[in-house]
C-alpha cells in the first residue's frame, strides 16, 4: 500500500534550518508529485510547495519562496523540504503529501513537529 | 490568488445531517476535494473530483459542487465524524492547489 513516512520531530533555534524528509513506498515514486504543507499550531493547512517528481522542476508558495527549498532523490524514493532562517512563527506541523494528477493529495505522511525556540 | 471560504464551525446532533459550505468564485468548473482531519492526525482525502468516495469512506459522506458553492453533506452524523473538514481546489492560474480556512464540525 502507498505510504509516506516522515522524519522524526525537530527542535531548532531561531535562525537555523531544518530538512524534514518523506520516504515513500508502495507505487512508482516518479509518478506523482509531492506536495508540502505547514499547518501551525490550531491552524489551517498552508500549501508550501510541490516537486515534480520525474523531472525535478518545483514550485513554491510566494509566502516561502527563497526560504524552502524541495528535492527528491529518485533513488531512495524520498523528497526532502528544507527551510532555513527559521523563526518562532515556524513551528508547526509538516506534512508532505502524494498528489494526484487531478490535484489531490490522495496521501498523507504522518507530519512533522518543527518546533523553533531559543 | 484563489480563494476558498468556509464557515469556521457547524454543528450538529447525532444521526442529523451536517453540510459544510465552501464558496469560490465559479468554483462549479473547479474539481473540489475534501479532507478529513481528526484531532492529532493527519488530513485524510473523504470526498475527491467533486463526489467520488476514496475506498473506506462510508457512503454517508458526498459532495456536491455548483455556481460558486461546493458542499461536503455529511448523512446520519456520527460521534467519530468530529473533525476539522477542509475543501481543496487547484488554482490553475498559479498551478498550486488551495485549500479553504477549515470547518470544525462538532457533533453534539
Known amino acids: 500500500q502507498v505510504q509516506l513516512v516522515q522524519s522524526g520531530a525537530e527542535v531548532k533555534k531561531p535562525g537555523a534550518s531544518v530538512r524534514v524528509s518523506c520516504k515513500t513506498s508502495?507505487?512508482?515514486?516518479?509518478?506523482?508529485?509531492i506536495h508540502w504543507v505547514r499547518q501551525a499550531p490550531g491552524q489551517g493547512l498552508e500549501w508550501m510547495g510541490w516537486?515534480?517528481?520525474?523531472?525535478?522542476?518545483?514550485k513554491y508558495s510566494q509566502k516561502f519562496q527563497g526560504r524552502v527549498t524541495i528535492t527528491r532523490d529518485t533513488s531512495a524514493t524520498t523528497a526532502y523540504m528544507e527551510m532555513r532562517s527559521l523563526r518562532s512563527e515556524d513551528t508547526a506541523v509538516f506534512y508532505c503529501?502524494?498528489?494526484?494528477?487531478?490535484?489531490?493529495?490522495?496521501?498523507w505522511g504522518q507530519g512533522t513537529l518543527v518546533t523553533v525556540s531559543s | 490568488s484563489y480563494v476558498l471560504t468556509q464557515p469556521p464551525s457547524v454543528s450538529v446532533a447525532p444521526g442529523q445531517t451536517a453540510r459544510i459550505a465552501c464558496g469560490g468564485d465559479?468554483?462549479?468548473?473547479?474539481?473540489v476535494h475534501w479532507y478529513q482531519q481528526k484531532s492529532g492526525q493527519a488530513p485524510v482525502v473523504v470526498i475527491y473530483?467533486?463526489?467520488d468516495r476514496p475506498s473506506g469512506i462510508p457512503e454517508r459522506f458526498s459532495g456536491s459542487n455548483s455556481g460558486d458553492t461546493a458542499a461536503l453533506t455529511i448523512s446520519r452524523v456520527e460521534a467519530g465524524d468530529e473533525a476539522d473538514y477542509y475543501c481543496?481546489?487547484?488554482?490553475?492560474?498559479?498551478?498550486?492547489?488551495?485549500f479553504g480556512g477549515g470547518t470544525k464540525l462538532t457533533v453534539l
Open positions: 503529501t502524494r498528489g494526484d494528477d487531478v490535484g489531490a493529495s490522495d496521501s
Open positions: 473530483h467533486d463526489n
Open positions: 481543496q481546489v487547484w488554482d490553475s492560474r498559479n498551478d498550486h492547489p488551495v
Open positions: 508502495g507505487y512508482t515514486f516518479t509518478n506523482y508529485m
Open positions: 516537486i515534480n517528481t520525474g523531472n525535478g522542476n518545483t
Open positions: 465559479n468554483i462549479g468548473i473547479k474539481t
